[in-house]
């Protein structure tokens, strides 16, 4: 069927009006809200109260209101606060089985690791520390505690490289912060010569480190070929202790590099009767590595 132009005209034109008629209409029967009656759900205002004059028993705006002033929460603005705390829930997860709950050296697993001898866990509240890059009788530094947390004492007390260098130094702020309580050093008066040119490693020196190891007596302790000869000595809690195997580097509790070497001779041990040669080597600090390198020697190095 054909339709012509005119007629779909005329069609759509219609079409078009009933829409327009059916809108209006629609609109017409839409709601007027402006008109509603909302009495029975309209809430009236009591203005017979005051809410600005209302007595709520506390000044919010008050200091003691603050949360910044609520217990602990003031730590939370604090890195070194926030460190201290995760170093203290580290050392509660990982140190204090030896070191114990009040750092006293006399947690439950202590009593299996030198009971009768040296070395047991340490006392840190007693403020000697063998492991030291400062002079003998000074408190560590913070990084020497952290070396120690981070390589450990072999056969003793392992390694915690694993908590990563973050949490080594917030478990030595705590130790600080928590046991030892007095400020530690930043700086030593102990000077170290560089491991370099004529310091390096050399048949030489290592013959001069000989003499070296007679002349300043160390031969009484570690006997003359090295292997700790001797069998009375005793620590700072009358334990027994023995020196150390000078052939066996596994038995260096304070490093076994040329560096820690040469850190332990200057420093000493404290709480052993090891003492520090720094004065020694005063003004002649390179000669120490003539020892070092003599040492080396004994392990074939």
Known sequence: ??????????????????????????????????????????????????????????????????????????????????????????????????????????????????????????????????????????????????????????GYMPSFRNVGEEGIKSVAMYIAKEFIQEELPTTTTIKYAKHVGPYTYSAKSAWRGGLLFKIMKCSECHGDDGKAGRMDLKDERKLMIHPIDLTRQETFGNGTSHEDIYRTIMTGLDGTPMPGYNDSFLGEEGSAWDLVHYILSLQGR
């Open 1 to 154: 069927m054909h339709f012509s132009n005119k007629k779909i005209g005329q069609t759509g034109l219609f079409i078009f009006v009933i829409t327009l008629s059916i809108a209006t209409q629609v609109r017409s029967q839409e709601m007027d809200h402006s008109t509603m009656n909302m009495e029975k759900s309209e809430v009236k205002e009591d203005k017979s109260v005051d809410h600005s004059s209302m007595d709520m028993g506390t000044d919010m705006t008050k200091e003691k209101g603050d949360m910044k002033n609520m217990p602990g929460m003031g730590k939370m603005n604090d890195p070194d606060a926030m460190a201290v705390m995760r170093g203290k829930m580290i050392f509660q997860m990982s140190c204090f089985l030896c070191h114990g709950a009040k750092g006293e050296g006399d947690g439950p697993a202590a009593r299996f690791i030198g009971p009768y001898s040296h070395p047991r866990p340490n006392n840190f509240t007693m403020g000697i520390f063998k492991f030291r890059s400062t002079e003998s009788g000074d408190l560590p530094m913070l990084k020497d505690l952290m070396r120690t947390i981070r390589e450990g004492i072999p």
